[in-house]
């Protein structure tokens, strides 16, 4: 989405990429699944109601793992494997719009900013096909701060859940008595423990 947003910026390729990014950023996911439901099955009725993990003329397969598709898989039961994918179309495409919004605003920011350096112009004028030029050069390039990006937040995600880890871990028995972690050391950091009486 995001390098045919920035290839095709005038075409109705490129709008509606623009169009489904700004949406996923920047309306809630609950309506985003209430507005393709409201599309797709009511308006078109293309996709199965809404009703659930599984349509009302199914019942549940035998619960091995919990998850429909593999149960139903393990049962033997394809037409009910089938309808339970079927029920998965709409949250997925919820919860991937919702994901893929930021990545091809940041893809198609870079791939336009890459597309405009000497090195793709000079590719070009070497005699290099489009494709050539677009994903060995370009992409390659406007991939570098994608990635950094996602790998910032990847990382802000893992140490924000190790702080909230030990924070819940803050207090803990020992020695029979509650010991909060942070509260400050008696020890000196040069002279070993502090003479009794002797406070900071």
């Known amino acids: 989405l995001g390098i045919g947003a ?3 910026p005038g075409s109705w390729g490129g709008h509606a990429c623009r169009l489904i990014t700004t949406l996923g950023v ?8 209430l507005l393709l439901a409201y599309v797709f099955y009511y308006l078109l009725g293309i996709a199965p109601p809404p009703v659930g993990r599984l349509d009302s003329m199914f019942s549940p397969p035998p619960h091995i793992t919990g ?8 049962a033997g039961d394809v037409a009910l494997c089938i309808a339970a994918g079927k029920q998965m179309i709409l949250p997925v495409l919820t ?4 994901v893929l919004a930021p ?5 198609r920011a870079a791939m ?3 597309l405009s350096s000497d090195f793709i112009r000079t590719a070009r004028a070497s005699g290099l096909s489009s494709s050539t030029v677009l994903y060995q050069y370009a ?3 406007a991939m570098l701060p994608v990635l950094t990006t996602m790998g910032m937040v990847f990382s802000r995600s893992r140490c924000a859940g190790a702080v909230r880890l030990r924070a819940g871990a803050g207090v803990r028995a020992g020695d029979g008595h509650a010991v909060r972690r942070d509260q400050p050391d008696d020890r000196h950091p040069l002279h070993g423990d502090r003479p009794a009486g002797e406070h900071r």
Do not use: E, K, Q
């Open 6 to 8: 920035a290839t095709r």
């Open 26 to 33: 920047s309306l809630p996911i609950f309506f985003t699944g």
């Open 67 to 74: 998850f429909y598709l593999v149960d139903s898989l393990v």
């Open 95 to 98: 919860l991937a719009i919702f």
């Open 103 to 107: 990545i091809a605003r940041m893809t």
């Open 112 to 114: 336009l900013g890459v």
């Open 139 to 141: 992409f390659r390039n």
